[in-house]
């Protein structure tokens, strides 16, 4: 007697290769993505490591330019625009030295990092606050 061939189970095969095909195809993709995700996470995270380091150094340089007489030049609530730095390629800070009261100011830093078409890609703010403190010496002796 002679087995009979199953004609219903014809092309499963077939059925069974594409959908192997689509699953390692997802996969793929999913794994594309995620790495394309992680790079861009990782770019983003040096663009503002940048604009950070542009806006303490905009910082410093803004208090050590700045003389004590300058500043007690300010009028109270009056504020100092200073002049952009350049600190690398697409990397700059703005600044500003604002006198609070008395011997009291804020020194603020906009750190910025710009894509070659002048596009922001990340910014950063700093601020500091500055008390001017005259030194009381009293001599009781005399200099030699």
């Given amino acids: 007697m002679r087995a009979r061939r199953r004609s219903d189970e014809r092309g499963i095969a077939l059925a069974v290769a594409v959908f192997a095909l ?19 996470t990782g770019m983003n995270t040096f663009f503002a490591a940048q604009a950070t380091e542009a806006a303490e150094a905009g910082l410093s340089e803004a208090v050590a330019s700045q003389t004590a007489a300058a500043l007690l030049a300010l009028d109270p609530n009056e504020t100092n625009e200073l002049p952009l730095v350049n600190v690398g390629d697409h990397t700059s800070a703005t600044r500003s030295v604002t006198r609070l009261a008395g011997n009291l100011f804020l020194v603020r830093s906009l750190g910025s990092r710009t894509n070659p078409a002048g596009g922001e890609l990340a910014r950063r703010s700093l601020g500091q606050l500055i008390r001017l403190v005259q030194a009381d010496i009293e001599v009781n002796a005399g200099l030699t």
């Fill in 22 to 40: 689509v699953v390692i195809g997802a996969l793929v993709a999913g794994t594309f993505f995620a790495g394309r995700l992680e790079q861009q």
